[in-house]
T-cell receptor, first 117, second 111 residues
Framework: DTEVTQTPKHLVMGMTNKKSLKCEQH?????MYWYKQKAKKPPELMFV???????INESVPSRFSPECPNSSLLNLHLHALQPEDSALYLC????????????????FGQGTRLTVV | QQPVQSPQAVILREGEDAVINCSSS?????VHWYRQKHGEAPVFLMI?????EQKGHEKISASFNEKKQQSSLYLTASQLSYSGTYFC????????????FGAGTRLFVKA
C-alpha cells in the first residue's frame, strides 16, 4: 500500500465553522506533512510531524491546528478561517524522521479542496 | 528561501528535449523533483543527494551541482504524458531539513 488517503476530497465551510481534514498512511512512514497549495503556485509547507511530534510549524496562523493521534494519522483542525484560506490542502508522508525528509521521496495524497465562504 | 526555476513554461512537440533548471541561494543537502498534473497530487520523480550526482529514470534524468547550488532536470524524447508542472524541492543544510518548492515549470507536450 503506497497510498496517502485524504478525506474529504472537497469541503465548503463558513467562516464561523469548525471542520477537520484527515490524512492516513500505512507505509510505516515516520514523517508526515501538511502543505497548502494555491492555484498555479507550488505547495507551501505548513507543518511537519516527525515520530508523531510536531517538529516544524511554518508560522501558520492558530486557526489551523494540526494533530497526530498516531503514526498513521494526521489531522488538520480548522476554525474561523478566512476566504483567503481557500486552497488545496495536501498531506504527504516520507520514511525516516526529520533528517529522512531530505533523503527520501514524499508521497502525496490527492488533497482536500477547501473553499471558505 | 525559495529556489528559482527556469524556464517558467515550455511548449514542446512530441519527441523534443527539454531542460528545467533549479538554483538556490543557499547550500543544499538534497534536491527533489516532482511532477504535478492538473487536479492531481505531485508525484515524485527523483532525489539527488550528492554533489555531482546524476540520476535517471527512463528518459528523464537529473544532475546536481552542489558547488553551484543548482540542479537540472533533463527530459529527452518527450511524450504527451510528460505534460504537467515540474517542481524542484530543495532541502538546505540548516533549518530543519524541510523541502521548499520552486515556483514550478509548466511543460506542455503537443502531438
Amino acid at each position: 500500500d503506497t497510498e496517502v488517503t485524504q478525506t474529504p476530497k472537497h469541503l465548503v465551510m463558513g467562516m464561523t465553522n469548525k471542520k477537520s481534514l484527515k490524512c492516513e498512511q500505512h507505509m510505516g512512514h515516520r514523517a508526515m506533512y501538511w502543505y497548502k497549495q494555491k492555484a498555479k503556485k507550488p505547495p507551501e509547507l505548513m507543518f511537519v510531524y516527525s515520530y508523531e511530534k510536531l517538529s516544524i510549524n511554518e508560522s501558520v496562523p492558530s486557526r489551523f491546528s494540526p494533530e497526530c493521534p498516531n503514526s498513521s494519522l494526521l489531522n488538520l483542525h480548522l476554525h474561523a478561517l478566512q476566504p483567503e484560506d481557500s486552497a488545496l490542502y495536501l498531506c504527504a508522508s516520507s520514511q525516516g524522521g526529520l533528517v529522512g525528509q531530505g533523503e527520501t521521496e514524499a508521497f502525496f495524497g490527492q488533497g482536500t479542496r477547501l473553499t471558505v465562504v | 528561501q525559495q529556489p528559482v526555476q527556469s524556464p517558467q513554461a515550455v511548449i514542446l512537440r512530441e519527441g523534443e528535449d527539454a531542460v528545467i533548471n533549479c538554483s538556490s541561494s543557499k547550500a543544499l543537502y538534497s534536491v527533489h523533483w516532482y511532477r504535478q498534473k492538473h487536479g492531481e497530487a505531485p508525484v515524485f520523480l527523483m532525489i539527488l543527494l550528492k554533489g555531482g550526482e546524476q540520476k535517471g529514470h527512463e528518459k528523464i534524468s537529473a544532475s546536481f551541482n552542489e558547488k553551484k547550488q543548482q540542479s537540472s532536470l533533463y527530459l529527452t524524447a518527450s511524450q504527451l504524458s510528460y505534460s504537467g508542472t515540474y517542481f524542484c524541492g530543495t532541502v538546505g543544510n540548516t533549518g530543519g531539513f524541510k523541502t521548499i518548492f520552486g515556483a514550478g515549470t509548466r511543460l506542455f507536450v503537443k502531438a
